[in-house]
């Protein structure tokens, strides 16, 4: 893989979050589980299988995956309809309900914000921008201003566990890698980040600690509320990177 350019502004920390399941509640899981109907039992569709096989992945790529967790035959040819019937799904739950935001995320966003941090929001999700800009944040901005680089539903060559998605976050920051700290909810999310050589920050809110750590989590906690912003330091910044 090639990385990206990086022209980095030396010792100057980051921030990178993951949307789904990190700032926003959104309904995705529960997207994927109704349009399985059809495909499987939507029962067979739970949390530790989205955990596992779809979080964090591009959608035909999660499809796939989870079609073939559950033991399907044909999962890849299939993929396509289940991927799209889950957009239809997501597309009707947020037009009739909306989406949420998680209070101690936008807190913690807030918090950074103050500090002068640069912030980039990374996302496989194609309606991610979308649903961070329906979300109030302060002073008449939303969400989705408070990021200075956007990384969202892009068509990259390589889903997460690579760190194509968060290296390139880090490039449109202009920051070095070692000094990213990057917020997950996905194991496949934290090796993204630790194969980038980025701190990574699980956030377990569906305790699902013990695997975010087994992933290689430098940390792992339930809330945002638990990090001080100013102990923040990236263990993985020892010399200067180029």
């Excluded at 941090?117 to 979308?130: G, Q, T, V």
Aim: glycine share 8%; charged share 20%; proline share 6%.
């Amino acid at each position: 893989m090639t990385r990206p350019p990086i022209t980095c502004r030396l010792r100057t920390p980051a921030f990178i979050f993951d949307v789904d399941g990190v700032l926003l509640a959104s309904p995705h899981e529960r997207a994927w589980r109704e349009a399985l109907a059809g495909f499987a039992d939507p029962l067979l569709f739970t949390t530790a299988l989205y955990q596992a096989q779809v979080a964090g992945r591009a959608r035909l790529d999660g499809a796939r995956a989870a079609l073939a967790a559950l033991g399907l035959a044909d999962a890849g040819n299939r993929a396509p309809a289940y991927a799209a019937a889950k957009q239809r799904c997501l597309e009707r739950i947020v037009a009739t309900e909306g989406v949420t935001a998680f209070p101690d995320a936008l807190r913690f966003v807030r918090a950074l914000a103050d500090r002068d941090w640069s912030l980039a929001a990374a996302s496989s999700s194609k309606n991610a921008e979308a649903m961070m800009r329906a979300v109030p944040l302060n002073a008449g901005r939303t969400l989705l201003d408070a990021f200075a680089a956007r990384v969202c539903g892009r068509a990259l060559r390589h889903s997460k566990p690579n760190p194509e998605i968060f290296l390139l976050a880090a490039a449109e920051l202009r920051a070095a890698p070692a000094y990213c700290f990057v917020a997950e909810d996905a194991p496949v999310g934290i090796r993204a980040a630790r194969a980038g050589g980025m701190t990574a920050i699980g956030i377990a809110r569906l305790g699902d600690a013990n695997g975010l750590r087994a992933a290689g989590a430098d940390r792992v906690v339930t809330s945002f509320d638990e990090i001080r912003v100013g102990d923040l330091t990236p263990p993985h910044s020892s010399g200067d990177a180029t």
